[in-house]
């Protein structure tokens, strides 16, 4: 399979599996695999598939070129068109096969979520207040813990004296 790759701009697809655009007697057909980028941008990958005994001529036009793409395709072979950098929104693609005219359109949902800054989050969920949340440790529960480490540690010092 030969590969050509076709760089759009404002262009989107849905992000789907395979859209067929069948030729009249069905023997050459274009598949379109869409999906998104790592960066938020749509990617169409149109297979154009000749399953016919004769050559077939494709001819591409998608909002991204300039003309029509014209790409002769041989008896049992397929040949690989590439949009890439499609935004959301719709794109059309206009393919004729043999001169039959057929149109593919998608819509695109690729971009990536926003994030947005709220502001610091405390214990009531309210942006903007000024306190710590409260942990339920109080002064009193401090000193307790304290004496009572104290009194062990004492403890330990006095039951391992000898006596003399």
Do not use: K
């Not at 096969?97 to 149109?103: F, Y």
């Amino acid at each position: 399979m030969r590969r050509a790759v076709v760089c759009g701009a404002a262009l989107g697809v849905v992000c789907a599996g395979l859209s067929p655009v069948a030729h009249a007697a069905g023997e050459a057909r274009v598949e379109a695999d869409v999906q998104c980028d790592a960066t938020g941008h749509g990617v169409l990958d149109l297979t154009l598939v000749n399953d016919g005994e004769l050559a077939a001529l494709f001819e591409v036009l998608t909002p991204a070129s300039v003309g029509m793409a014209q790409v002769l395709v041989g008896p049992g072979e397929a040949y690989a068109v590439t949009v890439t950098g499609l935004v959301d929104g719709e794109v059309v693609v206009v393919v004729a096969i043999d001169g039959v005219p057929s149109q593919l359109t998608r819509a695109v949902a690729c971009a990536l979520p926003e994030v947005q800054s709220g502001g610091p989050v405390t214990q009531s969920g309210v942006a903007g207040a000024h306190e710590l949340p409260r942990t339920g440790a109080s002064l009193r529960l401090a000193l307790l813990a304290a004496v009572l480490v104290a009194g062990g540690a004492a403890g330990t010092v006095l039951g391992r004296r000898r006596p003399a």
